[in-house]
């Protein structure tokens, strides 16, 4: 059995009776109930993953950077050339990017995946070397890849969550890096959730007028052009309209769930991700954290697609993790809150009015 596939036959729903002793704990703690509102979601939500209440501190944390170039790029919808995707690893490799600032400031590890970069890489600290191609075809032209192509880019990302877990990783944070991957992100996103190109499509690294309306349009013609494929699987959604780093994210969300641990979600593309991820592979939401809410608008759609409310919002939309990186301290806080805070009865405290 492949990767992905193992790692989706073992994910099993979370645990509503841990999800109920945490309420219930809640309720017992020194403050009034749902004063710390959804800190305490958070907790719950940890607890149920773990089966435990209360529930272990999500630490340490492992943020997985897939990279991976996008033939659509030659529809001229990003003002930043390709090369960048290429540069912008070396660079997480010297740890230079906001990224690594944010995780080094979080204790987070860092590591970078080339799941589908144009161009051959030197040799960069951390680097993880796994491209299943040279970058996705045009999917203004046609399919972005074939299934062989998003299935081994599934497996990728499954292969990492178990890595990283079994050498002890107890919370996995989603990361991304590839110039123009807002566009298939777009298309995925309205593909599975039922929107408009219009509804979904956003500036990305902040393009003019003229290119977004080019971008929503070419958004709006994939959506079409993969609608009329002859199964429309989640699967035949992903390799029509890309790209390798969302599928390999896709797998990566499923792997963590697999592994029973927290995967706290980043900004537009992980919510893609997710949003496959969960076509894929129902009871994996259960495990999903959404760190921030992203200004691309196809985040907000995806979120409520998936029922997800984020820990933060800070107007960011770089990627790369840092949303993730960011909303780190504040999962970990609701763990704590649970497992630290006295109840009304251990501290001798009245619990106010009946």
Known sequence: MSAFG???????????????????????????PGSLGRLEDAGIQLCAIASRCPPPVPEPAAVAVFAADHGVLDEGISPWPQEVTAQMVAN???????????????????????????????????????KVRAGTDNLAKGAAMTLADAEAALDVGAALAAELVGAGARCLLTGDMGIGNTTPSAALIASLCGRSAADVTGRGTGIDDERMERKIGIVRA???????????SPLQLLASLGGLEIA???????????????????????????????????????????GHRSTEPGASVALQHLGLVPLLELDLRLGEGTGACLALPVLQAAAKVLGEMATFDSAGVSEGPA
């Open 6 to 32: 193992d790692a989706a036959a073992r994910v099993v729903p979370v645990d509503t009776a841990a999800a109920a002793q945490a309420r219930a704990r809640h309720d017992r703690l020194t403050k009034p």
């Open 92 to 130: 997480f490799g010297a740890g230079g990017a906001a990224v690594n600032v944010l995780a080094r400031h979080v204790g987070a590890e860092v590591v970078v995946v080339d799941v589908g970069v144009a161009t051959d890489l030197p040799d960069v600290p951390g680097l993880r070397r796994a």
């Open 222 to 232: 994939a959506v079409a052009r993969a609608a009329a494929a002859e199964d429309g």
């Open 248 to 290: 390999a994210l896709a797998g990566y969300i499923v792997g963590g769930a697999a592994a029973g641990v927290p995967v706290l979600l980043d900004g537009v593309i992980a919510a893609a991700a997710a949003v496959v991820a969960a076509a894929m592979v129902p009871d994996a939401v259960g495990y999903l954290v959404a």
